[in-house]
């Protein structure tokens, strides 16, 4: 009996890196008849048979499962916007970060491509974001790459990029890789074109630190929040407003402080516009449920 992590998997199979090794390995263990599947950052016990190959046994406790992408044990998300090219999308983006604070997960935003956007955009957008808290990257790929403050974030860590397609998710990561060590064949640069990323792969940056690539998402449903009452929380710049009404959802009700600061220019109009937006589909689809 091995340990490993599961590091790729392709349909049924799983990439499972053990010390120095990576073996190719099925789903044999219990845990299927309980319909759970392995997932990518899953650490796995695995059965050796030979020749680089093996059956995964039994999935270790996960400290967290993100849907989109689907991943397992990861300790922050790379969060990844363009001003252009993609263009920017503030309601995709506002909705990824309630689902990261509903989970609990720690993000790092980055604004990348930063060579296609005025100082101004850049500015604004970082004007939304900072004030809440968000920790804010801004970087070009090719020609300003601030390696030192980057590797401060991820080391230690296991960190996933997420974001749209084309957002430059897979240049960065191979950036980093290039960097730093590769294991094996996995982190094979020759492998991966500039085409679209069609697998979730985890990268080792080094000893401690792992880095996962992801497929872009150009939207998802905010399905993971059931009421939408439950929603506030996840905008960290509403939480120490006060409202006449404890139970204030900051729409139509007296008084309250998100409304009296989104006035007075201290809450952002987009993040309030978003937050309406997402309460709405959150409602729709508890309503159409009954
Ligand atoms: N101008 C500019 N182009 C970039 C930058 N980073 C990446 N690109 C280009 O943008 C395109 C998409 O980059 P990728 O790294 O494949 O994007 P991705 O987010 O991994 O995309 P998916 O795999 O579809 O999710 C490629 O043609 C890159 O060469 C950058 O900082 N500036
Ligand atoms: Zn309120």
């Known amino acids: 009996m091995k340990q490993g992590k599961i590091i790729k998997s392709q349909k049924d199979l799983y990439y499972v890196n053990s010390e120095s090794e990576t073996l190719m390995c099925k789903a044999r263990g219990n845990f299927r008849k309980k319909g759970i599947k392995p997932l990518v950052g899953d650490n796995v016990l695995i059965e050796y048979l030979s020749d680089g190959e093996g059956y995964i046994t039994q999935i270790c406790q996960r400290s967290n499962e993100i849907k989109r992408p689907n991943i397992a044990n990861v300790d922050q998300i790379l969060l990844f916007a363009t001003i252009k090219n993609p263009p920017l999308n503030l309601y995709n983006l506002d909705k990824y970060l309630a689902m990261c604070e509903y989970i609990g997960i720690d993000v790092c935003m980055i604004l990348s491509k930063i060579d296609l956007a005025d100082q101004k955009e850049i500015d604004d957008f970082v004007k939304i974001y900072e004030p809440i808290g968000y920790k804010i990257l801004c970087l070009d790929n090719y020609d300003d790459f601030p390696e030192d403050e980057i590797m401060s974030v991820l080391k230690g860590k296991t960190s996933a990029v997420s974001g749209a397609s084309g957002v430059g998710k897979s240049t960065f990561s191979n950036n980093l890789v290039d960097i730093n060590v590769e294991i094996g064949s996995i982190s094979d640069k020759s492998k991966r074109g500039k085409n679209t990323t069609r697998h979730t792969e985890i990268f080792k940056i080094n000893e401690n630190t792992f880095l996962f690539d992801t497929p872009g998402f150009d939207s998802f449903d905010i399905d993971f929040i059931e ?12 939480r120490d407003k006060t409202c006449k009404f404890k ?14 600061d989104l006035k007075n220019g201290e809450i952002s109009e987009s993040r309030y516009k978003n937050y309406l937006m997402l309460f709405e589909e959150i409602k729709k689809r508890r309503e159409n449920k009954w």
């Open 227 to 238: 009421d939408e009452v439950e929603l506030k929380d996840t905008f960290l710049e509403f």
């Open 247 to 260: 139970d204030c959802n900051h729409i139509n009700e007296p008084k309250c402080g998100v409304k009296e």
